[in-house]
């Protein structure tokens, strides 16, 4: 099984991204897909996740209302838009997959590499 993260970069407060994750290996449309960050010093924490076809989406308090989670099943992806990016936004950012739709990152089974997003103020 493979996630690969793409899409972070380096962009000025206000601005927007949007990550992309591509899985293979394992049959997309049964898992529920999320999306973690760690900034330096700090724990692992939940960004957003969204189950199987999408009905269900999950948002960390912090993202409410500038983040959105989605995914294209037909393609084996899941994407997250992040508009309004404050530095506090400041990460590496995790693709992960579980079989259930969980905000608890020891839930998932498979983790992409990572992609790095810097947000200037």
């Known amino acids: ?72 099943n037909a393609k084996n992806s899941v994407y997250l838009q992040m508009n309004s990016l404050e530095p506090e936004d400041t990460a590496v950012y995790y693709c992960a997959a579980n079989f259930r739709l969980s905000r608890r990152s020891e839930e998932y089974d498979y983790w992409g590499q990572g992609t790095q997003v810097t947000v200037s103020s």
């Open 1 to 72: 099984v493979q996630l690969q993260a793409s899409g972070g970069g380096l962009v000025q407060a206000g601005g927007s991204l949007r990550l992309s994750c591509a899985s293979s290996g394992l049959t997309f449309s049964t898992y529920a897909m999320a999306w973690f960050r760690q900034a330096p010093g700090k724990e692992r924490e939940f960004v957003a996740a969204i189950s199987r076809f999408g009905a269900t989406t999950y948002y960390a308090e912090s993202v409410k209302g500038r983040f959105t989670i989605s995914r294209d």
